[in-house]
Every structure is written in structure tokens, then in C-alpha cells.
């Protein structure tokens, strides 16, 4: 008979594990960031935390959690981790501080910069990631709403990267229009975010199917208010809100999910 169980007793020592891997990752980020004197080094390692949390956890897991859930959600989070850190690798190249960093650090301490950026940073991926710490160590095969997590998975990981495309494209155009609306931006202000949001929730219904994954919607829910009401969103439309008719783009266009564009 098939176990369909969880794991429990394996849980608190996984997430110990998982807990010192972010340190890792973030211990080296900050060396990193001391050597080169910017801490925008962080936003790339953010989808290397949970690739670390992937890869800890799978190995944590093994003989405890199922196998196809297992290798399922390791695939789609080091897919997802490792291209979003290549792409924001390439794009900080050669680029100096990020405003957003030089602003919120100016005049502030060691103790502040560590525990407001690398802390918080390494305590949200924690919490985000329950889906996969989670998932793994559920022991029943995949079923149908794994299937549909996947699908909704490829679904976000196509946007955000085509979205990331298309703007990368349009900045290195020296005849650009002073706002990108076109491809996947004529429908939505935020298809990056909006791909990372179907991402997470993939992971989450992956996760969701058997005891006591629904435990960790929360999770999903932090990774999804942060890109669409916090960090993500709010804070970057605040600065392109000076910039030449962004007003008019954001009255025709929906600022999260994908909608046809409205007339301003």
C-alpha cells in the first residue's frame, strides 16, 4: 500500500538546514557586496536563497518525502531560482549602487544594513519557501493539482521571462519610446511580477494537495503581496511615475493581472 503521509519528524531538522543555507548564500553575498561597495548584489542571489532551500531540502528529504514531488518541486524552484539570477547578474553589471539602497542606507550602520537588508531579505525567503520545505516531505505520488501547479508554473515562468526579454530590448534601444507598451507590457504594467506571482502559486499547489501543505498558504500570500502591493510594485511605480506619459500608460493598463488595455 502506498504511504501518503507526511514526514513530520523530519520537518523541524530540514528547516534548520534550510535556515543555515540562506545564511551561506547571504554570508557570501555580503562579503561579495563589501569587496564591490553596492549591496544591489543581494536582488541577485534572492532567487539563489531559494535554490539553496531546494537543494537542501531535497537532500534532507530523501527516504522521507516522495520522490516525484520531490524532484518536481526541486526542478521548478532551481529553474525559476537560477534563471532569475542570471538575468539580474547580467542586468547589474557594470551598474552602480541601486537608488533604492543607497537612499535607505545613507548614513546608517553596519548593524542596520545587515539586519534590514540580508536579514530581512534571508527571513522572507524562509518563509516563502514553506511550499517547497513543506512539499517535499509529503509522501503521497503526484496527482492532479500537481499537474495543474506545474502547468500554472510554466504558465508565470514563460511570462516573467519573456517579459524580462522584451524589456531588456527596449532599453537597449536608442530610439525607445519613453514607455514600454508593448508585448506582454500592453496588458499588464508587471509581467515579470505577475509571472513570479503564478510561479509561487504553482509551487504552492504542488504542495497543496496533501496534508499539511494548505498550511502554507500564508507563504504564498507574502510572496504575492510583496510583488504586487510592496517591494515590487509600489516601489518601482513611485520612481517611473516621474517619467514623461507613465501617467497615461497607467490609467490604460492593468497594473498586475494581464486585462486588455483600457483607454486612458
Known amino acids: 500500500m502506498t504511504d501518503t503521509g507526511f514526514a513530520g519528524g523530519a520537518l523541524l531538522g530540514s528547516m534548520v538546514w534550510s535556515a543555515a543555507a540562506i545564511v551561506v548564500v547571504l554570508a557570501v553575498t555580503f562579503a561579495r557586496a ?99 520545505q513543506v512539499g517535499m516531505l509529503e509522501r503521497a505520488p503526484l496527482g492532479v493539482l500537481d499537474c495543474l501547479g506545474a ?33 506582454l507590457w500592453r496588458y499588464t504594467r508587471h509581467p515579470n511580477y505577475f509571472g513570479d506571482a503564478c510561479v509561487w502559486t504553482g509551487l504552492f499547489l504542488v504542495a497543496a494537495g496533501h496534508w499539511p501543505g494548505p498550511l502554507t498558504l500564508p507563504s ?7 510583488l504586487a502591493f510592496g517591494s515590487g510594485k509600489r516601489v518601482l511605480e513611485r520612481s517611473m511615475s516621474q517619467r514623461p506619459g507613465y501617467a497615461a500608460y497607467m490609467a490604460r493598463t492593468s497594473g498586475f493581472v494581464p486585462w486588455p488595455p483600457g483607454q486612458p
Not at 152 to 173: C, M
Not at 175 to 183: H, I, N, Q, S
Not at 220 to 226: E, G, I, K, N
Request: hydrophobic share 50%; glycine share 12%.
Open 34 to 132: 563589501r569587496h564591490t561597495g553596492g549591496h544591489r548584489v543581494v536582488d541577485t542571489a534572492w532567487g539563489l536563497l531559494f535554490v539553496a532551500v531546494a537543494v537542501t531540502t531535497f537532500v534532507r528529504s530523501a527516504g522521507d518525502g516522495g520522490s516525484g514531488r520531490r524532484w518536481l518541486l526541486l526542478v521548478m524552484t532551481l529553474l525559476w531560482g537560477v534563471r532569475l539570477a542570471v538575468h539580474l547578474g547580467r542586468r547589474s553589471r557594470g551598474a552602480g549602487e541601486d537608488p533604492r539602497y543607497a537612499e535607505l542606507l545613507a548614513g546608517r550602520g553596519l548593524v542596520f544594513t545587515i539586519a534590514s537588508v540580508y536579514l530581512l531579505q534571508g527571513a522572507l525567503a524562509f518563509v516563502v519557501s514553506m511550499p517547497v
Open 151 to 183: 502547468a500554472l508554473w510554466l504558465v508565470g515562468l514563460g511570462f516573467e521571462a519573456v517579459g524580462d526579454r522584451q524589456l531588456d530590448r527596449y532599453k537597449a534601444d536608442p530610439d525607445r519610446e519613453p514607455v514600454l507598451d508593448t508585448g
Open 220 to 226: 504564498l500570500a507574502v510572496m504575492v503581496y510583496l
